[in-house]
């Protein structure tokens, strides 16, 4: 629940435009007096305490967006400072957790974005000096260009871009298991000390976005016996599987439930809303951010702050159906790396955006360091396993007594799939625009489809600056 705003040489009340823009992800406005050739400012969250945004203190100033898990001795904004002073930029190096920030003091401005991508973060430049938001929204207004400001890098005023870190770079224990018991025994233990430090550094009760599936599944499992207090949230169709579902897990666990029921009108009435939250014009990744919209309002109408989330579990554990087809481990593990490596354009995205879009902080343990070391230590013949092609078989082996059986072995669907969403914009596309649209549009602009159309017209009203599409992620 925060974004920043960063702009060199940026007047205040351009800085103040910017922050306007991000409302929605904090409670509380601050600008910075930072003065000289810096402007900076955040939205602010008082999820991890009132001092976890933004330091402003003689020659030094920090806004900060995100979650650190190894800075738990001073605010995070004061600790990167004292880190920053003693290992130099480099310091960037020995921080856990999901970030984006800047820091600005008297002989150089730091601006950096955590490896995986998890907190989102914009660039451009505006007469020749970088500026740099948490959307795309926040910086359209006063730019001609926009791009992606990379994960794993950091922009010095003296230095200019420079990589820092890589999901690989991240990747560094091997496993201790020497069969799959060992393996899913690590996995289920490993999944609980990153839900567990997460929740001693949150002063919100646990709340999960639960769908039924299995990762959102383990999550509740988790969460729900470190806790003894969860709320679980779910949204879907008339003809949805994934209500059903959560429900079952809900019982299982205990948990204080809620679930809302939406139809066709109501995905018609939310997606211009859903487009400009999400930034993005990609069809599965608007199709599964139109319900993760949905219940983030459910979440945030019953007044809750902070959510985990089940993303991530299908890169590591090869969850995918696709991933069945391919021909050795070596590229299952590749694939993997892929996947999660491009999650910031797609599925982290999504996440960020929709929760985001109501000031719900979020969280995915999934992608906890520990547990991301275990998953690629893991042998891809325990992810997708036996004769029947199992796929996540490991996680599943790993919460089998934990959960209901239905659950633990249901076959896989798409959010959309399984939240009953995921054909009903595509005929109403294919219903409403020609064919000769979309070849005028294909020949124009590449869209590849109607209901990518339908997206992007959408898109392109709300953000016509030029490149804007060049940040879509087109899966």
Not at 15 to 30: K, M, N, Q
Not at 52 to 80: H, Q
Request: contains cysteine; charged residues 30%; aromatic residues 12%.
């Amino acid at each position: 629940m925060s974004g920043i705003a960063v702009f060199y040489r940026g007047e205040r009340e351009m800085i103040e435009d910017s922050l306007s823009f991000l409302a929605h992800r904090g409670s509380e406005t601050r600008v910075l007096a930072a003065g000289g050739e810096v402007g900076m400012g955040a939205v602010m969250s008082n999820a991890y305490g009132d001092d976890m945004n933004v330091f402003e203190g003689p020659g030094e100033y920090v806004v900060f967006d995100g979650f650190l898990r190894n800075c738990s001795d001073a605010p995070w904004p004061e600790k990167i400072l004292s880190l920053r002073r003693k290992y130099g930029n480099r310091f960037i190096d020995r921080l856990d957790g999901s970030f984006a920030f800047a820091i600005h003091t008297a002989g150089e401005t730091l601006i950096a974005r955590d490896p995986l991508g998890l907190k989102p973060l914009y660039y451009c430049f505006i007469n020749g000096s970088i500026a740099c938001a948490s959307e795309l929204k926040a910086l359209t207004p006063f730019c001609s260009e926009v791009k992606v400001f990379p994960p794993g890098y950091y922009f010095s005023s003296i230095e200019g871009f420079k990589k820092y870190s890589s999901l690989e770079d991240l990747l560094t224990d091997e496993s201790d298991a020497r069969n799959e018991e060992e393996a899913a025994e690590l996995l289920r233990s490993s999944l609980e000390e990153a839900v567990e430090k997460r929740l001693s550094a949150v002063k919100y009760d646990a709340v999960v976005f639960l769908s039924g599936g299995l990762d959102s599944s383990c999550i509740a499992a988790v969460a729900s016996s470190l806790s003894g207090s969860l709320r679980t949230f779910t949204v879907g169709s008339g003809d949805a599987e994934d209500p059903e579902f959560a429900r079952e897990v809900s019982e299982y666990l205990g948990t204080d439930h809620r679930e809302h029921t939406y139809d066709f009108d109501e995905m018609l009435e939310v997606l211009p809303e859903v487009i400009y939250h999400l930034e993005s014009f990609d069809p599965p990744l608007v199709r599964s951010a139109i319900p993760n919209y949905l219940v983030s309002k459910l979440a945030a109408d019953e007044g809750s702050s902070f959510v985990f989330m089940g993303e991530g579990a299908d890169e590591l554990f090869a969850g995918y159906e696709y991933m069945k087809d391919l021909p050795t481990s070596e590229s299952i593990n590749k694939e993997s790396i892929r996947i999660t490596r491009n999650g910031y354009r797609s599925g982290f995205q999504r996440n960020d955006r929709m929760s985001l879009a109501f000031g719900i902080e979020f969280d995915v343990p999934f992608m906890d360091p520990s547990v991301l070391n275990l998953a690629f230590s893991i042998p891809a013949e325990w992810k997708i396993h036996g004769p029947e092609k199992t796929e996540k078989w490991i996680l599943r082996k790993a919460f089998e007594n934990e959960l209901p059986e239905s659950v633990v072995w249901r076959k896989k669907s798409k959010f959309s799939v399984g939240a009953g969403s995921s054909h009903l914009m595509k005929e109403y596309a294919e219903e409403t625009i020609s064919d000769s649209e979309l070849e005028n549009e294909r020949r124009n602009s590449g869209i590849r489809s109607k209901e990518e159309l339908l997206y992007y017209r959408i898109f392109d009203d709300l953000f016509p600056c030029e490149g804007a599409i060049e940040t879509v992620y087109r899966s």
